[in-house]
C-alpha cells in the first residue's frame, strides 16, 4: 500500500517511535502480550563484542546456530522445515568464516537484555516491531553501541 505515515506529516507526534496512527495501520498491543514472540535460537555476545558491527554480532550468531545444528539433529530438522536453506546459510565458508546477516527470512534481534541476540522470524519482527521494543529502542541503541556501530 506505502502510505508511509499517512496523508498529512503533522498529525504525528514529535516522537516517530511513540507516534499517533489516525490511519488504524499499527501492530503491536492487542495484536498479542508485548515482548511475547518466538525465539528460534539465542547467542550471547561477550562483552568485549557489544560494540562490534551487525554484520560481526551476526558472524557470531550463525555460527551458534551452526554448533546447535551439529548436536541438535531435531533442532536442524525442525528449522530446515521452517526455514529451507537455513542449515547452508550457516555453514561456515571454505575458508571456515561464517556469514555476516540472517538466514532468509529471520533476522537477528538484539535483545534489551545486555548482548543477547535472539534468531527471529522476518516478517514477525518487520511487522510487530513494538512487541520487540517494548520502549521504543532495542538492545543494539541500549548496550551495543547504537548506530554508530551498525
Same mark, same amino acid.
Given at each position: ?16 517511535? !511513540? ?19 518466538? /525465539? %528460534? +535460537?539465542? +547467542? ?5 563484542? &557489544?560494540?562490534?558491527?551487525? !554484520?560481526?554480532? %551476526?558472524?557470531? @550468531? ?13 533442532? !536442524? ?5 521452517? &526455514?529451507?536453506? /537455513?542449515?547452508? +546459510? ?7 568464516? %561464517?556469514? @555476516? ?18 534468531? /527471529? ?11 520487540? +521494543? ?10 551495543? @553501541?547504537?548506530? @554508530?556501530?551498525?
Amino acid at each position: 500500500m506505502g502510505l508511509m505515515g499517512g496523508l498529512n506529516l503533522y498529525a504525528y507526534a514529535p516522537n516517530p517511535i !511513540r507516534w499517533i496512527d489516525p490511519l488504524g495501520l499499527y501492530n503491536g498491543e492487542g495484536q498479542r502480550e508485548l515482548g511475547k514472540y518466538n /525465539v %528460534f +535460537h539465542s +547467542h550471547t555476545l561477550n562483552t568485549s563484542e &557489544y560494540s562490534l558491527s551487525d !554484520r560481526e554480532h %551476526f558472524k557470531r @550468531g550463525n555460527q551458534s546456530v551452526y554448533e546447535r545444528m551439529k548436536n541438535d539433529p531435531a533442532f !536442524r530438522r525442525e528449522m530446515q522445515t521452517k &526455514y529451507p536453506g /537455513v542449515v547452508e +546459510h550457516v555453514q561456515p565458508s571454505a575458508n571456515g568464516k %561464517f556469514r @555476516g546477516d540472517a538466514p532468509p527470512g529471520m533476522t537477528w534481534h538484539h535483545e534489551n537484555k545486555s548482548g543477547v541476540l535472539s534468531l /527471529v522470524d522476518y516478517n514477525d519482527h518487520k511487522t510487530y516491531h513494538k512487541i520487540y +521494543h517494548l520502549d521504543g529502542s532495542g538492545g543494539r541503541k541500549k548496550w551495543g @553501541g547504537g548506530t @554508530g556501530c551498525r
